[in-house]
């Protein structure tokens, strides 16, 4: 990082390592610094007390130690109100719904970026860090935004509905580590949480089982239904069409003789249809609620590397503006299981053009 004195940061300290650094560096690089983490939830709000996730009580202690440690004030702020209605009841309805929610983007875009950066501004702060391995440059008066040097840690998917305004006052001072030397540098300065594990899963959702969260929080069973082989015949009987996502082998109950996969829901009917995986790839889909970051609008068909999953290795397709303003996107080779509500991110090299939510495949 440059030297860029008598600046001031807001940092979103999560209590895992990666925030950490990012605060040492941004106070090493000269900034006034102070520390907050936001409390999301209570265990209770999820139903669950015995597990680790980010955002927990113990995460805000290992916040409030590194920034003691590091001098900076430090206060965790209360946005589980917002959460609820933003990302744990957007996550619910969305399955509900069909499709397959992601709640880490709509957490950024809906809490971290938003909130974090009005608290900043309203408290005189001009700029927020995140511990986000991505990268932030400016060229001819454009905030770019391009994936972080470290290939198996880059965070760049998640970042891709930040806007112009936002990109101006983001710093994310570990977009040119890896994930070996942020540790090393946590380590060097006695960092309680130098070799804290990642968090791998929903933050609210620790064991990964979607439903029983659901169903948790709504204090509502999902009614049973059938499931169907690709010519509409019943084959079985499931707990609910909404628990089941595209492309899901386990936990279907089925004896086929051979893996089945989920590939389609009908939520209108409450079936489920399962068949040979070779019916879930598809070159084409159709995408909305876009964002841009290089140009405020895509230019004619342009051939791009795309992303239909987090950490899923590229692919190209040549993407173009359909006549009611959403993109299409018709891939080179046909690809696996793309799903409704999840991202979509369009790449060239390591500069992230912008992306959207995935409606429809075909």
């Known amino acids: 990082m440059t030297e860029n004195l008598n600046k001031s940061a807001l940092i979103a300290m999560s209590g895992g390592v990666d925030s950490s650094v990012a605060a040492f560096l941004m106070k090493r690089a000269g900034y006034d610094c102070r520390g907050v983490t936001m409390r999301l939830y209570r265990n209770l709000d999820i139903g669950l007390n015995q597990f680790h996730t980010c955002c927990s009580q113990s995460d805000i202690d290992d916040a409030a130690e590194i920034a003691f ?5 430090f206060e965790v702020l209360d946005y589980t109100e917002d959460f609820k209605t933003q990302i744990m009841e957007k996550f619910i309805r969305t399955y509900e719904e069909g499709a397959t929610p992601n709640p880490c983007i709509d957490c950024n875009r809906f809490m971290k970026f938003r909130h974090l950066l009005d608290y900043a501004a309203e408290n005189g702060m001009e700029y927020v860090s995140t511990g986000h391995y991505a990268r932030v440059e400016e060229k001819n008066g454009r905030f770019l935004l391009k994936k ?3 290939p198996f840690k880059d965070q760049s998917y998640v970042l891709y509905m930040l806007t112009q305004e936002q990109l101006a006052h983001i710093r994310l001072p570990l977009g040119d580590l890896t994930k070996e030397q942020v540790r090393e540098i946590a380590e060097k300065n006695g960092f309680v949480n130098a070799r804290k594990h990642d968090s791998q899963d929903i933050c609210f959702v620790p064991d990964g089982d979607y439903a029983s969260f659901m169903e948790r929080y709504t204090g509502q069973k999902f009614e049973p239904g059938d499931f169907l082989d ?3 015949n019943v084959i079985g009987r499931h707990r609910g069409a909404a628990c089941y996502t595209l492309g899901q082998r386990k936990g279907l109950g089925l004896a086929m003789g051979e893996p089945v996969y989920v590939l389609r ?8 249809t399962v068949g040979k995986e070779s019916a879930l790839f598809h070159s084409h889909l159709i995408a909305d609620a876009l964002n841009w970051i290089p140009f405020d609008a895509l230019p004619d068909s342009i051939r791009v590397s795309v992303c239909t999953r987090y950490h899923a290795k590229e692919r190209f397709a040549v993407a173009s503006m359909m006549e009611d303003g959403r993109l299409k996107l018709d891939f080179e080779e046909p690809q696996r299981a793309m799903t409704p509500g999840q991202a979509v991110v369009l790449y060239d090299g390591d500069l992230v053009l912008g992306g959207g939510t995935i409606r ?3």
């Open 360 to 362: 429809e495949v075909f």
């Open 230 to 232: 690709e010519a509409g």
């Open 265 to 272: 829901k009908n939520m209108a009917e409450n079936t489920v």
């Open 148 to 150: 972080g040097r470290d």
């Open 69 to 73: 440690d590091l001098d900076i004030p």
